[in-house]
T-cell receptor, first 120, second 107 residues
Framework: EVKLVESGGGLVPPGGSLRLSCAAS????????MSWVRQAPGKGPEWVAS????????WYVDSVKGRFTISRDNAKNSLSLQMTSLTAEDTAMYFC?????????????GGQGTLVTVSS | DIQLTQSPSFLSASVGDRVTITCRAS??????LVWYQQTPGKAPKVLIY???TLQSGAPSRFSGSGSGTDFTLTINYLQPEDFATYYC?????????FGPGTKVDVK
């Protein structure tokens, strides 16, 4: 069974930083592109970033370029998202997702999410 | 970026109904269109990809059609577990974008 479990969310002041993590199991993690998708309260999902199987290719939505960094550790079956210079617009549930294809792609599995709230 | 619109935004229906949701893209995307279902507190779950291909494990009462700019998701014989929010997503161009959603609730 594919399982994705996010952690690391919380309340952070504007301008602050946060690191999200995702523990993957039930599939060959190193064989898949992986992504982060977020969803602000009451809004539709928004793709945030994707990373290639070997970590050597990364894609970002324009609104987070230069502020967020996606990374992965295939030895630990884990995905991360380092977020800096956070603003209120980054407040959302963040989902870790598995992509069956290179970007742009849909995701075929997502985690339960971790909530990031940016507020003073 | 490619913009997606969905109609209706809200839909009230009863168990057993046939439900149709539409998604329109701001430019042609061939059949690079995906449909998701989301229930509260969970990640979206893919139902249809390639505009009309049923995802493994998705019930056969869900079907998709369309190409270019206009797409449709149809649910035949609506079941209690189908009351949810449905999103379309285009995967033709970077960045992949989602529609605003259609909430299907109980009439």
């Amino acid at each position: 069974e594919v399982k994705l479990v996010e952690s690391g969310g919380g309340l952070v002041p504007p301008g602050g930083s946060l690191r999200l993590s995702c523990a993957a199991s039930g599939f060959t993690f190193r064989s898949y592109w992986m992504s982060w998708v977020r969803q602000a309260p009451g809004k539709g999902p928004e793709w945030v970033a994707s990373i290639k199987q070997d970590g050597n290719e990364k894609w970002y939505v324009d609104s987070v370029k230069g502020r967020f960094t996606i990374s992965r550790d295939n030895a630990k079956n884990s995905l991360s998202l380092q977020m800096t210079s956070l603003t209120a617009e980054d407040t959302a549930m963040y989902f870790c997702a598995r992509d069956p294809y290179p970007p742009p792609s849909f995701f075929d599995y997502g985690g339960q999410g971790t909530l990031v709230t940016v507020s003073s | 970026d490619i913009q997606l619109t969905q109609s209706p935004s809200f839909l009230s229906a009863s168990v057993g109904d046939r439900v149709t949701i539409t998604c329109r893209a701001s430019q042609g995307i061939s059949t690079y269109l995906v449909w998701y279902q989301q229930t509260p507190g969970k990640a979206p779950k893919v139902l249809i990809y390639g505009a009309s291909t049923l995802q493994s494990g998705a019930p056969s009462r869900f079907s998709g059609s369309g190409s270019g700019t206009d797409f449709t998701l149809t649910i035949n014989y609506l079941q209690p577990e189908d009351f949810a929010t449905y999103y379309c997503q285009q995967v033709k161009n970077y960045p992949p974008t989602f529609g605003p959603g259609t909430k299907v609730d109980v009439k």
